[in-house]
């Protein structure tokens, strides 16, 4: 929907103030109040005292004469019309949550998790259905493919004005011996586990770098840590093993950047990637005698994002598999 946006700093250059007033392009301006009462100026904007920065102004093309206020459940989101630009000033306060792998399964259950927490939610997979809530915004398309993640990024950036937090969660598990995995099944594995990381990554972490701020977890797999006899898993172990070594490298790099990096390792999780019949096998794998919940990685994930003094961390949520059988 939005055509273009563009972020208001003070006339300092530094980010905006309360009762700042900014000097805007476009030449007619409506200021919305707590109170309700908009007010106006021919070329600046008057921020209320009530304002949160940073803010950005979404222009929605020339044609655009709606003008409404919004306000959501809390008092300090406002969007600002502008009527003769055709634009809105939106608070950008809020947290903005990237889920990869989001249409079903566990990616599914940290959209539903996130938004509980009050997160603006930038969920995508191929097949991810478009949500009639205003806080999500789906993405479709293959998260192998670069332009998938320049397009979750953007359109982020462009409806919620910032990526706090990145959950790497979309990954696909082939199992074979290594012999008879196929150059196809390298690609996709390789494709999703590893491409499905390292693009959107890259594009989430320029934009934490702009808040000094952000948060990626990397969903793996404790199988990297403790080969199953029986369960050929080298793809897997290829894959997400290089993921649970970069999510250390990337604590390092930013660790002095206020990002963190962090991911959870799975034991074997009742999701939709596992036939119910499979369920007793599966739980005798675990020394725990039963497999995870999908709330189990969900609620290690949460617990990750509000963990300000963890990074680097590989959090193991698998029954006990990797200590030991
Ligand atoms: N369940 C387990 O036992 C277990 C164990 C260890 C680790 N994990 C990890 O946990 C994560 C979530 O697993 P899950 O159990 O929830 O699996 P799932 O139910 O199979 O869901 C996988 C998700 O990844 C998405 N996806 C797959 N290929 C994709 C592609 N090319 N492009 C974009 N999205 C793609 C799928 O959506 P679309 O098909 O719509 O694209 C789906 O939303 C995965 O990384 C998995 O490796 C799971």
Redesign the pocket.
């Known amino acids: 929907m939005a055509s273009a946006t563009r972020t208001i700093s003070s006339a300092a250059g530094g980010p905006c103030r309360p009762h700042e007033r900014l000097a805007l392009n476009s030449p007619d301006v409506y200021a919305a109040r707590r109170t309700g009462k908009p007010s106006r100026d021919r070329t600046h904007l008057y921020l209320a005292s009530t304002t949160v920065c940073p803010w950005r102004v979404f222009e929605f093309g020339a044609n655009a004469h709606r003008f409404h206020t919004y306000r959501s459940q809390r008092p300090d989101q406002h969007l600002i019309p502008s009527i003769q630009s055709g634009g809105f000033i939106m608070n950008t306060s809020q947290k903005v949550v990237v889920v990869?792998?989001?249409?079903?399964?566990?990616?599914?259950?940290l959209v539903k998790a996130f938004r509980k927490l009050d997160y603006r939610v930038v969920a995508?997979?191929?097949?991810?259905s478009p949500s009639d809530d205003p806080n999500i915004v789906t993405i479709?398309?293959?998260?192998?493919?670069p332009a998938?993640a320049r397009r979750v990024i953007s359109e982020g950036v462009a409806r919620f004005g910032r990526i706090d937090t990145l959950v790497?969660?979309?990954?696909?598990?082939i199992a074979k011996p290594f012999t008879n995995y196929t150059a196809e099944d390298f690609a996709?594995m390789t494709?999703?586990?590893v491409g499905?990381f390292f693009y959107i990554t890259q594009l989430a972490i320029a934009e934490m770098e702009k808040n000094a701020s952000g948060h990626v977890v990397n969903?793996?797999?404790?199988?990297t840590d403790h080969a199953v006899d029986g369960i050929p898993s080298v793809l897997?172990s290829l894959t997400?093993g290089g993921l649970n070594a970069a999510t250390k490298s990337l604590a390092i790099e930013y660790s002095k950047k206020g990002i963190r990096a962090n991911a959870v390792?799975?034991?074997?999780?009742?999701?939709?990637?596992?036939p119910q019949e499979t369920h007793a096998t599966?739980d005798a794998m675990h020394p725990m005698g039963h497999?995870?919940e999908?709330s189990d990685?969900v609620n290690a994930v949460l617990y990750l994002d509000a963990a300000p003094f963890v990074t680097g961390e590989i959090l193991h949520v698998d029954g006990g598999q990797s200590a030991g059988h």
């Not at 995508?124 to 991810?128: D, F, I, P, Y």
């Not at 790497?168 to 598990?173: K, L, S, V």
């Not at 969903?219 to 199988?223: E, G, K, R």
């Open positions: 990869t792998g989001a249409s079903q399964g566990i990616g599914a259950e995508t997979a191929r097949s991810v479709a398309g293959d998260i192998a493919d998938t790497n969660n979309a990954g696909i598990f996709a494709g999703v586990n499905g969903i793996t797999t404790s199988l897997a997400k390792s799975p034991g074997i999780i009742k999701s939709p990637m596992h599966l497999m995870g999908m990685i």
